[in-house]
């Protein structure tokens, strides 16, 4: 390997965030009045009926580290990364920014933690205010906190967006002067302006063609050099995540079904999943590929199959994956997967 | 001649200078702007290209779906020796959805909402053929069970709104080869599709054109996929077809350096952590494009001789380039 390279070797140990227990249920309807307050009084009324979006999930990331979130579509990466965000609270579990329990937090503690951590999202356009220029939109968010004050703003704006390969000369334009890889850049400056120590990327180069793809990958791999940046990588692009993270969660559900350092993964993925899905990815290569290993639909999160979620689908299930639910289990030091056989069935 | 000794002579489809302009109040956009391309019977021809470079409008034309203010100005498309550019309207009708279908990114292109899927499937074959109701029921059904839907005799009764995404889009794969037509055009088809349901749907096509001998092209911007699909593939830049040969040939040694970027651009296991090849600047508009090579303006090769415009050279491996990389140079 050529270029220099962090790994999760040498970051240091400490959890930038630690989610624990994370569970998050979408109701289908809110609940009335009469019933909020009966269930306050403690009422033995059913479960409410609700999407499972996230059920018992947890999850470190460490000081410099980039974790990589997969799973297919509707199975929870991006409401996770809300709630890691801080964008929306759990409704079960419990969430730690710098070892710090957040309900535990005083609103300023609250408030940094809020700032260090910044999110961005798939679509540019959507997430840009089409009304105000560059220079505002990126200028806006450090001069609130105090980051800079407003003789130093523009200096500082010419700086962030130099850094994120925008040319300042640009500041006075609008989002829609611009093509998408330079949308998505200013998305970064934004989010980077307010000096964040943790981004959350959702699906952040999906939208983007190919070789302006690779531009904003490059950014993403200098600017947590430069700035010794964390990252929470969502995508269900495994190539990507293969090429930027150095551990991988895999989602399938609302649950976490296996988590790896990169390099482990791909060679020994243990979970049948992990295992369909690497098979089934798109490669560059010269050779045909077999697709179509798996079988089967994604079942639907408002009525997920029994036990293990993956059960209708998988090639190996037996009766107790049909009944219950497998734990994640480490398998090694850096790996876990949830399945009742990943010791079998690793490769 | 009957159809069989046609094809014998002369491949599926034959397309030569294809030129579809729109000619719009900001000028005239050249969305395909001298397209050749051959398919074979069961052969997959994979049409790459980054959004905006005229994959869609090449799609479109083939089909005769081009409405104004656009035209095809120039150029020629032979399905199985028919010229179909001066075909009647009505003889394109008759040819769609018979001898040639097309499969869109989103499947409710093709299916009506409001209508069983019995109903848009019977319709169709009886559009074409005379055919009584309880056949072709039984051949919708096939037709369902081919493409791996679960209980098919079931499912005919149920609407489109009762499918998942990747259901709905195989319905629309199963109404296009009701006739095995001779050429599908599908145009990024799985591109909203997760990546299990998306193989599936790969593997379906793949069988099913062995099988049929129907030619297809596949549309996509996602060149991983065609590598893993296609046996031959285009690169499309700016409405030309810069550079054309078979997969592994291309995928190996690229010649033209756009298709040397683009393979770079890929992230891949073997560059894990390094930096991606940029191409740098952006894809250009139809309406300020350079007088000469189109990609001139983010090409590390260019020099004076790239203000003219190069032609699509001859062989096996064809590339739109005055000064193409050697076969030594790696992707
Ligand atoms: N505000 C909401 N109200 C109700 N249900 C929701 C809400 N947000 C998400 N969900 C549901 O929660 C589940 C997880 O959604 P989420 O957006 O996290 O998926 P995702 O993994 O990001 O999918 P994608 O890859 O499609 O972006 C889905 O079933 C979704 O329909
Ligand atoms: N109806 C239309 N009127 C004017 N321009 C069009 C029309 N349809 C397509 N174009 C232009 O043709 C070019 C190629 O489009 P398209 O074939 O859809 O690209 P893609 O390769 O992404 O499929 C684009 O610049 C697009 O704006
Ligand atoms: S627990 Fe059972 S069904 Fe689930 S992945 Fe493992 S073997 Fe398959
Ligand atoms: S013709 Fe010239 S500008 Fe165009 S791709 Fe070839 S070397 Fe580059
Ligand atoms: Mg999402
Ligand atoms: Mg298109």
């Known amino acids: 390997m050529t270029a220099p390279r962090k790994t999760a070797e040498n970051a240091t140990r400490v959890p930038v965030i630690s989610a624990h227990g994370i569970g998050m249920t979408f109701l289908k309807k809110q609940p009335g009045r009469i019933e909020t307050w009966l269930r306050a009084l403690g009422a033995p009324l059913a479960e409410p009926q609700g999407v499972r979006a996230l059920d018992d999930v947890s999850i470190e990331v460490m000081k410099g580290e980039v974790v990589g979130l997969v799973g297919e579509s509707g199975c929870g990466k991006s409401t996770l990364g809300r709630i890691i965000a801080g964008i929306m609270p759990p409704t079960a579990g419990s969430l730690r920014f710098m070892g710090k329990e957040q309900a535990e937090m005083s609103p300023l503690e609250r408030y940094r933690a809020k700032v260090a951590i910044q999110m961005i999202f798939q679509d540019p356009f959507a997430s840009l205010n089409p009304r105000k220029r560059v220079a505002e939109i990126i200028g806006e968010a450090p001069l609130v906190h105090g980051i800079v004050d407003k003789a130093g703003l523009s200096a500082y704006v010419d700086e962030i967006m130099l850094k994120c390969g925008i040319d300042p000369a640009y500041k006075q334009r609008f989002p829609h002067q611009f093509s998408g890889g330079q949308r998505q850049r200013i998305g970064i400056a934004r989010a980077l302006a307010v000096k964040p120590q943790f981004l959350v990327c959702d699906e952040s180069v999906a939208a983007l063609d190919v070789s302006i793809q690779a531009q904003v990958i490059n950014l993403f791999m200098d600017l947590r050099r430069d700035l010794d940046l964390t990252y929470l990588f969502i995508s269900h692009d495994l190539g990507v995540v293969e090429h930027i993270a150095d551990r991988v969660v895999i989602m399938y559900l609302g649950r976490v079904v296996e988590t790896a350092p990169t390099e482990e993964l791909f060679a020994n993925p243990r979970h049948p999943y992990t295992q369909a899905l690497l098979a089934n990815m798109p490669r560059i290569s010269t050779g045909k590929q077999a697709f179509g290993s798996i079988k089967g639909e994604i079942p639907s999160p408002l009525n997920p199959p029994t036990g293990c979620h993956f059960h209708p689908r998988c090639p190996f299930a037996t009766d107790r994956c049909r009944s219950e639910r497998p734990a994640l289990r480490a398998l090694g030091p850096h790996a876990s997967a949830a399945c009742h056989l990943a010791e079998e069935s690793a490769r | ?331």
């Open chain 2, 1 to 331: 001649m009957t159809r069989a000794a046609e094809t014998r002579a002369e491949p599926t489809l034959v397309v030569k200078g294809l030129k579809t302009h729109f000619f719009t109040e900001a000028g005239v956009v050249k969305s395909v702007d001298g397209v050749d391309l051959t398919v074979d019977r069961g052969e997959i021809l994979g049409l790459v290209g980054e959004s905006g470079s005229g994959k869609s409008v090449t799609g479109f034309s083939l089909l005769g779906l081009i409405d104004p203010p656009g035209r095809i100005v120039e150029g020629s498309i032979r399905l199985s020796g028919e010229e179909l550019t001066t075909a009647a309207p009505k003889r394109l009708r008759e040819l769609r959805g018979n001898r040639i279908a097309m499969i869109f990114q989103d499947p409710m292109m093709t299916l009506n909402p409001v209508l069983k899927i019995e109903t848009q499937m019977v319709e169709t074959l009886q559009a074409h053929i005379k055919i009584g109701h309880a056949e072709a029921r039984a051949r919708a059904r096939d037709a369902l069970g081919r493409v791996g839907i679960p209980s098919p005799e079931e499912r005919l009764d149920a609407y489109p709104h009762q499918f998942s995404g990747g259901m709905r889009q195989r319905v629309a794969i199963a109404i296009a080869l009701l006739h095995q037509p001779d050429l599908i055009v599908a145009d990024e088809p799985t591109t909203a599709l997760d990546v299990t349901i998306q193989a599936q749907i790969l593997a379906e096509v793949q069988t099913l054109c062995r099988e049929t001998g129907t030619a297809l092209i596949w549309i996509t911007h996602d060149l991983a996929i065609i590598s893993g699909l296609a046996d031959r593939v285009a690169v499309m830049y700016a409405g030309r077809i810069v550079e054309t040969g078979a997969i592994a040939d291309v995928v190996a040694h690229p010649r033209h350096p756009y298709t040397h970027g683009l393979i770079g651009s890929v992230p891949s296991r073997n560059r894990r952590g390094e930096r991606l090849t940029q191409i740098p600047g952006m894809t250009p508009s139809f309406l300020s494009l350079p007088p000469g090579c189109a990609f001139a303006p983010r090409c590390a090769r260019a020099d004076e001789a790239c203000g003219l415009l190069p032609e699509l050279s001859d062989g096996p491996h064809l590339v739109r380039c005055f000064h193409p990389m050697d076969r030594g140079e790696p992707a």
